[in-house]
T-cell receptor, first 114, second 111 residues
């Protein structure tokens, strides 16, 4: 089935450690996104990419980094500079065929601090 | 800044009743709106979308109504079932094209 796969489902980070969250899609979508979700809040955009080898900062990019070497993959690294990384991280993708296309989401990675 | 917000953080309905979840937006230039359903521990699932050239769009047991005059949209779920229990978000692109999400309404269905 076509979809977006995020892994791992749960991740624990130690002090001073960088961790990488995986996002893979087989929908042939050009655009991919990373969001952070905190309890009782709407989704906040971290980074997005509209094409391979190009990405832009979202509203809360500090302490995060991404790469887009392949169309299917958009990994997110949570660096030690992110002082409050505990959250639910969501990856999304969207077709760029036409203006009015919804984003489709994976099932998220929950990151906690050890 | 631009905002998209839901009117009620929680909504409780009896199984079999109709549910109405409301959402307001601030950008009068918004021309596309999306409703998502998020179950506990999962990512948001696309339910239905509507463009601003429409007032109403129907899906399977769901209807979205758009009132551009008052910048309001609603999601109606017919014959609500226990499986409909989830958090529902509306979303709309801002002037830069990025999606802005509301905080969500948690729908609880009582048997």
């Amino acid at each position: 089935d076509g979809g977006i796969t995020q892994s791992p489902k749960y991740l624990f980070r130690k002090e001073g450690q960088n961790v990488t969250l995986s996002c893979e899609q087989n929908l042939n979508h050009d655009a991919m996104y990373w969001y952070r979700q905190d309890p009782g809040q709407g989704l906040r955009l971290i980074y997005y990419s509209q094409i391979v080898n190009d990405f832009q900062k979202g509203d809360i990019a500090e302490g995060y980094s991404v790469s887009r070497e392949k169309k299917e993959s958009f990994p997110l690294t949570v660096t030690s500079a992110q002082k409050n990384p505990t959250a639910f991280y969501l990856c999304a993708s969207k077709s760029e065929q036409g203006i009015y296309q919804p984003q489709h989401f994976g099932d998220g990675t929950r990151l906690s601090i050890l | 800044g631009e905002s998209v917000g839901l009117h009620l953080p929680t909504l409780s309905v009896q199984e079999g009743d109709n549910s109405i979840i409301n959402c307001a937006y601030s950008n009068s230039a918004s021309d596309y709106f999306i409703w998502y359903k998020q179950e506990s521990g999962k990512g948001p699932q696309f339910i239905i979308d509507i463009r601003s050239n429409m007032d109403k769009r129907q899906g399977q047991r769901v209807t979205v109504l758009l009132n551009k005059t008052v910048k309001h949209l609603s999601l109606q779920i017919a014959a609500t079932q226990p499986g409909d229990s989830a958090v529902y978000f509306c979303a709309a692109p801002n002037q830069g094209g990025k999606l802005i999400f509301g905080q969500g309404t948690e729908l609880s269905v009582k048997p």
